[in-house]
């Protein structure tokens, strides 16, 4: 696999953070495995809402309600829980799903992001280029493949060039549209755009930009003091911009990011604003609210892990991620696996008289996914070793597949009797 030198001393950084980790032990506070569950719902993710031939995701299953040529910032966080699992499988030595995996990816690329305004990645709607944006960014970490980046920080430049500047200060609008104003869904992604950016090319002008959209934030009233990043919050954005802070802390080392990274990600899991019943709440069942939750919950585990963010509150946000998970997983139909689909609140079951969504399907399989990857992490750390990884672009590579199997309830075990299995993704019916 080719890096340019700014990769690797990217991926110097990470080790380093990763090996800090240990110093403070996160290992009491993990209750359960979530490798299978992982695996059985990115499979009926997949399964049933994947065009295997474009990479990209239908609304509803096998787009049954013909509702999917609109959605476009949907398809970054859906592709965001196949590169995850996509480096899982690759520390597994997993390769051949890997592989699988990576096909669907740079298939997506190529059909860019299923975008309804044409054969590019630009868009009317600068949040939805942002979030395409950052997906790339990340396909190109997953990858180790500067181009992809490279990518990223072309589409950046198409947002940053929508810039005005009002009594306030400067901003990003929501849209090309004459008189279209500045929102938290636009500004925080964009805001942590321009960081990623910023932490890979070392250009003062992204550093620039991401404080100077925040301070708009900050300065317009848009996020409030308490916490909220908008007015209704909504966890993608407190999300988002949780991230960005812990970002720019890091870069900056200004304390208020950090105080302000917890703020944010503290105030999803625990508000009666953003919860119902301790569990995140059901935000409706548009394709935009339901996958809201998706874009939280990768970021909330970024900040678990990070041990330079409060302890308190990484092991409250720590509880709350698997708590959720925990409510999910029990209240999947297993039995109608591999169409087993998720419902919008997490402490209800789906209704298999309505269509299922592809929204609510990305927000579990993005829960279960990271949690995953959370306490991986963690046990890693606090145990020193370290998982070997995979290059999955080397000739010659070994293939050691993950044989592992799992029972419906995720359980890894041995050999198995009679009853239904998962192995590698595919389910098994032994009689």
């Not at 090309?176 to 990623?196: M, Q």
């Not at 999947?332 to 696996?337: G, T």
Request: net charge negative; hydrophobic share 35%.
């Amino acid at each position: 696999m080719k890096h340019s030198k700014a990769f690797f001393l990217l991926v110097a950084g990470f080790i380093g953070a990763v090996s800090a980790w240990a110093d403070t032990d996160l290992t009491p506070y993990i209750i359960g495995e979530y490798e299978g569950k992982a695996d059985s719902l990115e499979y009926c993710l997949v399964e049933n809402f994947m065009n295997k031939n474009k990479g990209t995701f239908w609304s509803t299953p096998n787009d049954i309600a013909g509702s999917s040529k609109y959605i476009y910032w949907q398809q970054a966080h859906a592709i965001d829980v196949i590169i995850y699992a996509y480096e899982r499988y690759v520390e597994e030595g997993r390769l051949d799903e890997a592989n699988t995996y990576k096909t669907y990816m740079t298939r997506w690329l190529s059909n860019y992001a299923n975008n309804y305004a044409g054969s590019t990645f630009t868009n009317p709607y600068t949040d939805d280029m942002a979030w395409i944006g950052l997906s790339i960014f990340h396909l190109g970490e997953a990858l180790g493949n500067d181009r992809y980046i490279k990518q990223a920080r072309t589409i950046y430049a198409i947002i940053a060039a929508r810039k005005k500047t009002d009594d306030i200060g400067t901003y990003l609008p929501w849209n090309t549209d004459a008189g279209s104003k500045a929102n938290a869904c636009t500004l925080s992604p964009a805001c942590l755009l321009a960081t990623r950016l910023y932490e890979y090319f070392g250009t003062e002008s992204y550093l620039a930009d991401a404080e100077m959209y925040y301070k708009y934030l900050i300065d317009s009233g848009i996020t409030k003091s308490d916490g909220r990043v908008e007015e209704p919050p909504l966890t993608y954005t407190q999300g988002t911009l949780g991230e960005a802070m812990r970002r720019l802390y890091h870069i900056t080392g200004k304390a208020d990011y950090k105080t302000k990274a917890a703020l944010y990600l503290t105030y999803a899991f625990t508000n009666s604003r953003c919860t119902s019943k301790g569990l995140l709440r059901h935000e409706g069942t548009s394709m935009d609210q339901s996958i809201f939750k998706a874009v939280l919950i990768p970021y909330a585990v970024n900040f678990v892990l990070d041990d330079e963010m409060n302890d308190t509150r990484r092991r409250t946000i720590m509880k709350y991620l698997q708590n959720n998970a925990d409510a999910l997983w029990n209240h999947l139909d297993l039995s109608r696996y591999p169409k087993t689909y998720c419902p919008y609140y997490w402490g209800e079951s789906f209704n298999y008289s309505e269509t299922a969504s592809m929204g609510a399907m990305v927000s579990g399989a993005s829960l279960l996914e990271n949690v995953c990857r959370m306490n991986r992490k963690i046990i890693e750390a606090a145990s020193g070793i370290r998982p070997v990884t995979y290059d999955t672009d080397t000739e010659g590579a070994t293939d050691q597949s993950n044989d592992d199997t799992y029972n419906l309830a995720g359980q890894r075990i041995g050999e198995y009797g009679e009853g239904i299995f998962i192995k590698q993704g595919k389910k098994y019916i032994v009689r």
